[in-house]
């Protein structure tokens, strides 16, 4: 004991605070406890959010959750902006907040460079801590499933593979800076059309194969702080109240730890939804008064009390939302290290969005080597958005660019030192074409570069692909000049999605797809115009022919209340390649100034023993054999030469983005897993890989493959069967020996009409020979005995 001199206990004998002081959020221990000391009104207001424009720490912020101070929970930020920050006015309504605006998603996955995606997730991570907020709404990682999708300039790709590894990259890059994100839009959120009300009926295997796999693959390698549900129901159920998707797939089976929130104004029932595995109901505050989808002038948080207090929401259940959401308020930045400041220091990322612009832009056409061109050429301007460049989408994918820094195709091109002709930049698209004017500046100048835009927004679907009539008649008068100077003529696509492009190709001698391509725009097209930098950028995406020719395009965007995913799994190239209809331009091509051959794939004809092992490695040489130093996209594509159930022609199952020198030669090596050569059984609600015959393909795009090899799936189940096809027996050199042996050369080699199986092969052939023809027994023995050696291989 501690006595004084008057024989009383000195103070620090008892305890620093009472034992009915109020819990505190500390770390994670202490989650229970504050819970615990939670009133039913705080609760249910926690689960809500404030309301739209009520982020008390950062005015203008997209939306925010309910601050408690006596238990030590701050407020938490949430953003927009998947390719820059994206707030409102500043705390005085004045300010502006700028941000890096870097090119729209589409494009970054266009790089097909992982390392470079982590950067950019890296940087917007750093400039949202710096103006406090806490969590970022992105990346948007929905598939590209309609060429029409207003929103598929947000998003990644048509590949799942593609978008799993670009999802993983930049959620990476953001969450290393402190800042988390929140992944989007879980599910199938791949139609503007009626999005709130639209029930989509999509198969087990679609979605697991093509719909999920980014967001599994992110669980897995990222561990991103939070999701989005989306809008749309998935087979009758919404997705922001469906417990199949947030609880069983979403947590159960990949094990994510963090928070499901809404999108804004996306939950009907309140209840239903947190029962449902929906953490956090945004924006919260009253429902519009003219909402078709929620009950007009209600506050979620009202109905989520009074469910509390009749019973219908259980203790239990909340208390399981709040500390999905706690969990994630005690790895942010503020409960770490409090507000940041109101108005940061501006931080200058313009090298990084210039880099990413540049390497993103896909060159479609090239013909005599019309790029790169002379920096001393005169060059005549036309189109109608010259001065007004698409360098970002619409919607909450928006960002704010300071004008300081925003530059402008015709001020990237003067930087350049490129003397720039103005011509029709101000024509609107209802007046003729003035071929005096295009006639005059054909002879004035030395090449000429015409422009087509597309804006791309969310909130509403594109209506079509097609040019308009002036845009081609523009194209068509401004070749027929130039080209009777003998001058080429350069097309930069200023677009977010495939336009319809058979029409008027031929007239061009180069067209350079530059997307959407932020603040940096007119410095990243110059760069590539004069070769400063040499294009590698990759379609992320199929740009198709037609409109028709879409996989999707008889069920989109559907009846009045559904859309019916009729296409499956067959979505971009897949239904394509498999279809064999001819794309404008297929899914992975891009073009360069430089040339890059492939050697042969080694081993070759590899054997994967998935008894005994996990992943197979493969590898391939490929040289630059020009002058200019290169990056090049090598793609693996697998084909299951056969299977119980059909599958696509091919699918890409890796990829590498290799820097070579000008005559570099490197090996590039690929790990393919299981994963790689499976497919979903929705009979076994799992993946399944069956043993047998493999086509590794290999080349720089799926209709560009430059070397090929088979590869046998083995394990104690046989690889080969009676089932198989005779095709595949004779692609693999081995197996088709053996059958030689003892039908002989001669049969071997004969034409049967049809898909024969082995079984068939070797039944007619065996009835040919006199010691077999009439007794089946030694038939079937002789059968046997091939099977068991061709699986013994």
């Known amino acids: 004991m501690n006595l004084n001199k008057t024989g009383f206990f000195t103070a620090f004998t008892f305890l620093s605070a009472p034992v009915w002081a109020t819990p505190q959020l500390k770390e994670a221990e202490s989650i229970p406890s504050v819970i615990a000391a939670m009133t039913l009104e705080e609760k249910a207001a926690f689960v809500s959010g404030t309301g739209m424009n009520n982020a008390e720490k950062v005015a203008g912020a997209a939306g925010s959750t309910l601050a408690i101070p006596r238990l030590g929970i701050p407020q938490i930020v949430f953003a927009d902006g998947p390719v820059g920050v994206r707030l409102g006015a500043g705390p005085t309504g004045g300010e502006k907040r700028f941000a890096t605006g870097f090119p729209v998603s589409v494009a970054m996955a266009a790089t097909w460079d992982p390392a470079i995606i982590k950067r950019v997730g890296g940087a917007i991570g750093d400039e949202a801590k710096r103006y406090g907020v806490d969590l970022i709404l992105g990346p948007a990682i ?87 549900s989306s809008y749309p ?107 940041a400041a109101v108005m940061p220091e501006p931080v200058d990322h313009s090298a990084l969005a210039r880099q990413i612009a540049a390497d993103s832009m896909v060159l479609l056409k090239n013909d005599a080597q019309t790029l790169p061109m002379k920096a001393t050429f005169r060059v005549a301007a036309f189109g109608q958005n010259i001065d007004n460049f698409f360098v970002t989408g619409g919607g909450s994918a928006e960002v704010n660019i300071d004008p300081k820094r925003l530059v402008t195709l015709p001020q990237g091109l003067k930087n350049a030192g490129i003397a720039l002709i103005r011509q029709i930049g101000d024509q609107t698209l209802d007046e003729p074409v003035n071929q005096p004017v295009i006639t005059k500046a054909a002879q004035q100048s030395d090449i000429a570069l015409i422009s087509i835009g597309r804006s791309s927004t969310e909130g509403a679907d594109r209506y079509s692909m097609a040019m308009h009539t002036a845009e081609v008649a523009m194209i068509q008068k401004v070749a027929s000049a130039f080209h009777q100077q003998n001058k080429k003529v350069v097309v930069l696509l200023n677009i977010g999605s495939p336009i319809e492009m058979a029409s008027w190709e031929q007239y061009a001698d180069a067209i350079l797809l530059t997307w959407q391509p932020g603040e940096q725009a007119g410095n990243a097209v110059a760069d590539i115009l004069l070769g400063k930098v040499n294009p590698s950028g990759k379609l992320p995406l199929t740009f198709p022919k037609r409109l028709e020719d879409s996989p999707s395009f008889g069920n989109y965007p559907g009846n009045a209340k559904t859309v019916i995913y009729g296409e499956g799994i067959y979505v971009g190239y897949r239904y394509f390649d498999t279809k064999r209809i001819a794309p404008m331009y297929p899914f992975g091509y891009g073009l360069s100034y430089s040339t890059v ?43 299951d030469n056969a299977s119980r159930l059909d599958r696509p022609e091919q699918e890409l199952k890796a990829f590498e983005k290799v820097s070579l020198s000008a005559g570099e030669e490197k090996r590039v090596a690929f790990k393919l897993d299981k994963r790689a050569f499976s497919y979903y059984d929705e009979d076994k609600n799992n993946w399944v890989l069956e043993p047998g015959l493999f086509t590794l393909r290999i080349g720089r795009s799926s209709r560009d493959i430059h070397a090929e090899t088979p590869l046998i799936v083995k394990s104690s189940t046989p690889a080969f069967s009676f089932d198989t096809p005779w095709i595949d027996i004779q692609t693999y050199e081995k197996a088709a020996t053996i059958v030689a042996r003892f039908i002989g050369d001669e049969q071997t080699n004969a034409w049967i009409y049809g898909n024969p199986t082995l079984g068939d092969k070797l039944e007619d052939a065996l009835k040919l020979k006199p010691e077999f023809a009439k007794d089946e027994a030694k038939r079937q023995k002789l059968k046997q005995e091939i099977l068991q050696e061709i699986n013994s291989l």
């Open 597 to 639: 051959n492939y050697g042969k794939i080694s081993p070759e004809k590899p054997v994967f023993n998935i008894d005994t092992e996990n992943s197979i490695e493969v590898s391939i040489p490929v040289r630059n054999t020009s002058g200019i130093d290169t990056k090049e996209v090598v793609q693996l594509y697998v084909h």
């Open 142 to 228: 929905n598939i590209q499933r309609h060429p029409l999708n207003g929103r598929n300039f947000e998003y990644f790709t048509e590949d799942p593979l593609l978008n799993a590894i670009m999802t993983a990259s930049y959620i990476d890059g953001m969450q290393t800076e402190g800042v988390g994100a929140v992944l989007k839009h879980f599910a199938a959120n791949n139609q503007e059309t009626r999005r709130q009300i639209v029930n989509e009926i999509i198969s087990d295997r679609a979605l697991h194969e093509i719909y999920f796999p980014g967001f599994e693959y992110a669980m897995e390698k990222a561990q991103p702080w939070a999701v989005m």
């Open 233 to 339: 129901s998935i087979n009758g159920t919404p997705s922001s109240q469906n417990p199949w998707l947030l609880k069983d797939v979403l947590r159960q089976q990949w094990k994510f730890d963090g928070f499901v929130m809404s999108d804004w104004y996306g939950v009907a029932d309140p209840v239903s939804a947190l029962k449902g595995g929906n953490d956090l109901n945004m924006p919260g505050g009253r429902t519009p008064d003219d909402s078709l989808f929620l009950t007009p002038n209600t506050d979620p948080k009202d109905v989520v009390l009074a469910a509390l207090k009749s019973g219908e929401l259980t203790q239990d259940q909340i208390d399981e939302n709040i500390r999905n959401l706690l969990n994630v308020v005690i790895k942010t930045h503020r409960f770490k290290n409090g507000d």
